[in-house]
């Protein structure tokens, strides 16, 4: 049997001794949550042009969200670098280990839950059709040859496309076409001026806008196609769930202690009920 060298052993125990010098948290593998503690600052990726829950305000990130990230770091005991990111960059960066999560609203559905760790939901997205004030249209059928808009890789994209292909087997037309904007609010000018004649986004948002500008504006009736799941939520790295489960925690909490719900009065006007299971499709991370 060969035994190992007097500079081999040297050297495993000069590792053994360094790993006992090292805190344990340098010892091992670091998880993202023991990061942000040591270096007490948390980065999170944010899509700000999503008002109510994420967008600029003379020259701060504000919104639902933007509170409930502020309470989320108080827990956590640090500072917060927060990156205003492109939508569509958003998930894979935080796949790519640009931030330590996703601090902006991402809808839930099967393909985004076997590749992200969706944390509790943080509103109900139920996907809507909103038109301009005025226009004659009274049931979702009405989108039978209209040019449908919505955002570009959201998860109102597959559930506008899934609602064309329902009116289509319906014996209907379907929509004259299907418009992917960068933002959603580049979507509502769309609409505004008479570019687009809906745009199929989340009830919560929608029911904000319509609020704001009643004279412009005006809701149709719910998305009836897609994805079942209608929750949204933040996201972490799947390896990430001990970071997810403290997110959760503090969510939970504001939930029970009415905190959450005054912050959905703030900013939507109503409250919404939030679950503490049934909102992930089987086989979630």
């Known amino acids: 049997m060969s035994h190992p060298s007097r500079r081999q052993f040297g050297i495993m125990a000069g590792g053994t001794a360094l790993a006992g010098l090292l805190p344990p948290s340098l ?3 670091e998880t993202t949550l023991e990061k942000i503690k040591r270096l007490g600052i948390v980065t999170v990726g944010t899509e700000a042009a999503f008002p109510p829950f ?5 020259g701060k990130i504000v919104g639902y969200g933007s509170d409930l990230l502020g309470e989320i770091v108080k827990e956590l005991g640090v500072k917060v670098n927060q990156l205003d990111l492109p939508w569509q960059g958003i998930l894979p960066g935080v796949l790519a280990g640009k931030f330590d999560f996703v601090a902006t609203t991402v809808g839930i559905n099967e393909e985004r839950a076997k590749r992200y760790a969706y944390t509790m939901p943080i509103a109900n997205g139920v996907p809507y059709a909103m038109m301009r004030k005025g226009d004659k249209m009274k049931v979702i059928e009405d989108l ?24 289509k087997a ?4 379907g929509f004259k076409e299907l418009k992917l904007f960068t933002a959603f609010t580049e979507s509502y000018v769309a609409l505004a001026s008479g570019e687009v004649d809906a745009v199929i986004q989340s009830l919560p948002s929608l029911a904000v806008l319509v609020k704001e500008k009643p004279d412009t504006f005006a809701l149709l009736a719910p998305v009836t196609a897609g994805s079942p799941y209608t929750y949204l939520a933040w996201v972490t790295r799947p390896d990430d ?4 489960d403290f997110i959760n925690g503090v969510i939970r909490k504001m ?14 006007g109503f409250k919404m009920d939030i679950p503490d299971s049934g909102y992930l499709p089987p086989g979630a991370v």
Not at 144 to 167: F, I, Y
Not at 170 to 173: P, R, V
């Open 241 to 244: 769930k001990e970071l997810r």
């Open 144 to 167: 039978n040859g209209k040019v449908v808009a919505t955002q570009l890789a959201s998860s109102t994209e597959p559930t506008s496309r899934a609602m064309d292909a329902k009116l």
């Open 27 to 29: 010892a091992f593998a």
């Open 255 to 268: 939930r029970d202690d009415g905190r959450l719900a005054a912050l959905q009065e703030k900013w939507f």
């Open 54 to 58: 994420e967008f600029v305000k003379d």
């Open 170 to 173: 319906a014996g209907g037309a």
